[in-house]
């Protein structure tokens, strides 16, 4: 893959524990990537061993596969955490290491019927960098669900890009899934609980329909199992759950 250069424009405030961070992307190659692909950050700690932390690149791309210069992540703050420690404490101007892009979580060519695309946290990212696509999609007559499970009304990141692209088509559905606290003024499409109860709520044709899973381990794993169960190909159900990897020596 190849070596990046990120150098840090800013951050904005998603929530009391989220933020997204905008980086300037140097490499000696034109930096080409597809929607729903990530990067890998590498940090050094401080007794010398390497390790990265993935994240999908959360920019609303200008096509499907574009060439970029710039790139947003949406980051969580663990207290503890080495990629917390070392972004929190990044200024504007400042550098990292990266490389990429990897990742085969982007729509499939062959258009389907219904798509699903499911999410948790900062899971809902690459869905937001497939937007634009998404659109060119819903133009030729598919439905899409993009199903976002929080806690509460601030886990639902990037809320505003996707109720925009519902309010233009009939056929787009964004369904906010609140397993721990209801909005005081809900949501057409609210729903209490988490993703996996409104999931059981739908029947699925394994000729039409396809899902994406993205974000924590427990929902992917779950929802899996539920879609298999309820007759989706498993080839039909794309995955790609949030773990960090263990560190190695430099």
């Given at each position: 893959?190849?070596?990046?250069?990120?150098?840090?424009?800013?951050?904005?405030?998603?929530?009391?524990?989220?933020?997204?961070?905008?980086?300037?992307?140097?490499?000696?190659?034109?930096?080409?990537?597809?929607?729903?692909?990530?990067?890998?950050?590498?940090?050094?700690?401080?007794?010398?061993?390497?390790?990265?932390?993935?994240?999908?690149?959360?920019?609303?791309?200008?096509?499907?596969?574009?060439?970029?210069?710039?790139?947003?992540?949406?980051?969580?703050?663990?207290?503890?955490?080495?990629?917390?420690?070392?972004?929190?404490?990044?200024?504007?101007?400042?550098?990292?290491?990266?490389?990429?892009?990897?990742?085969?979580?982007?729509?499939?060519?062959?258009?389907?019927?219904?798509?699903?695309?499911?999410?948790?946290?900062?899971?809902?990212?690459?869905?937001?960098?497939?937007?634009?696509?998404?659109?060119?999609?819903?133009?030729?007559?598919?439905?899409?669900?993009?199903?976002?499970?929080?806690?509460?009304?601030?886990?639902?990141?990037?809320?505003?890009?996707?109720?925009?692209?519902?309010?233009?088509?009939?056929?787009?559905?964004?369904?906010?899934?609140?397993?721990?606290?209801?909005?005081?003024?809900?949501?057409?499409?609210?729903?209490?609980?988490?993703?996996?109860?409104?999931?059981?709520?739908?029947?699925?044709?394994?000729?039409?329909?396809?899902?994406?899973?993205?974000?924590?381990?427990?929902?992917?794993?779950?929802?899996?199992k539920l879609l298999k169960e309820k007759?989706?190909?498993?080839?039909?159900?794309?995955?790609?759950?949030?773990?960090?990897?263990?560190?190695?020596?430099?």
């Amino acid at each position: 893959m190849t070596p990046l250069t990120l150098t840090m424009l800013g951050m904005e405030k998603l929530n009391d524990n989220t933020v997204n961070i905008n980086f300037k992307v140097d490499s000696e190659q034109p930096f080409v990537i597809i929607a729903g692909q990530f990067l890998r950050l590498h940090f050094t700690q401080d007794d010398g061993f390497e390790t990265f932390r993935s994240y999908s690149v959360a920019n609303i791309f200008p096509e499907e596969k574009a060439e970029i210069d710039e790139v947003s992540i949406a980051v969580s703050w663990v207290p503890g955490g080495l990629a917390t420690e070392k972004l929190s404490n990044m200024q504007a101007g400042e550098q990292l290491q990266a490389t990429g892009p990897y990742g085969r979580f982007c729509l499939l060519p062959d258009r389907h019927e219904r798509y699903f695309l499911i999410a948790t946290g900062t899971g809902v990212t690459p869905y937001r960098a497939m937007l634009k696509e998404i659109e060119l999609r819903l133009q030729a007559g598919s439905q899409f669900y993009v199903v976002m499970g929080a806690q509460d009304e601030s886990g639902l990141l990037y809320e505003a890009d996707f109720v925009a692209l519902e309010q233009q088509y009939d056929h787009f559905h964004y369904i906010p899934c609140l397993s721990r606290k209801q909005r005081a003024q809900a949501g057409p499409n609210d729903q209490s609980g988490y993703v996996q109860s409104y999931l059981a709520q739908h029947d699925f044709d394994p000729e039409d329909d396809i899902a994406y899973l993205c974000g924590n381990p427990d929902m992917v794993d779950e929802a899996f199992k539920l879609l298999k169960e309820k007759g989706l190909p498993v080839p039909l159900i794309k995955r790609e759950k949030y773990i960090s990897p263990a560190p190695r020596k430099k």
